[in-house]
């Protein structure tokens, strides 16, 4: 037996769609994780749009147009790539809102950042912004992957409650 959808993401949507918002997800580390806890909530369709597993540079690039340039000075484990691919998941998606996730979940480091570093990006009409985490802690890759699910659901959360739409 599950223990049910996430409560974070069962607020989230309440939020979103008390304002009229729609949703679009991107995802690298967490794989669609993010994605799943959002569409394990009966309901989900009235605003999530659609989601976009990343894993590849390429895919961030060409799908989600993350700029080239973002890529070569920031690297992908970087708050400007996270907002890049916030930005590029809703206009893909058509979405109001957009949550992306983005670093190392292990086991190695990556563009000399360590296991753990981890950026969500979140765009809102308000606009867009992302947030760090050090999720070393959390200890292996699965982990990592369920915190960083945890954090954006939160993230979400808060930026949906911020939304003076509603």
């Known amino acids: 037996m599950s223990p049910g959808p996430h409560p974070a993401a069962v607020e989230a949507l309440d ?29 989900a369709s009235r605003v999530v749009r659609g989601a976009v597993v990343s894993y590849a540079t390429e895919v961030k690039v060409d799908v989600l147009g993350v700029p080239a340039e973002v890529v070569e000075h920031d690297g992908v484990v970087s708050a400007a790539c996270a907002e890049a691919m916030a930005r590029g998941a ?6 109001t809102h957009a949550v992306a996730t983005t670093g190392v979940a292990g086991p190695d480091r990556q563009e000399g950042k360590p296991v ?8 809102t009409p308000a606009g867009v912004r992302s947030e760090r985490l050090d999720l070393a802690a959390a200890g292996d890759r699965a982990g990592i992957q369920e915190a960083t699910v945890e954090a954006a659901l939160r993230l979400l959360l808060a930026a949906a409650r ?3 739409r509603h």
């Open 90 to 95: 809703a206009r893909l998606l058509g979405a």
């Open 116 to 123: 753990g570093t981890v950026f969500v990006g979140l765009l």
């Open 162 to 164: 911020e939304d003076p």
């Open 15 to 43: 939020a979103l769609v008390a304002s009229g918002a729609s949703l679009a997800v991107a995802e690298s580390l967490t794989g669609g994780r993010v994605a799943a806890a959002l569409t394990a909530v009966p309901g």
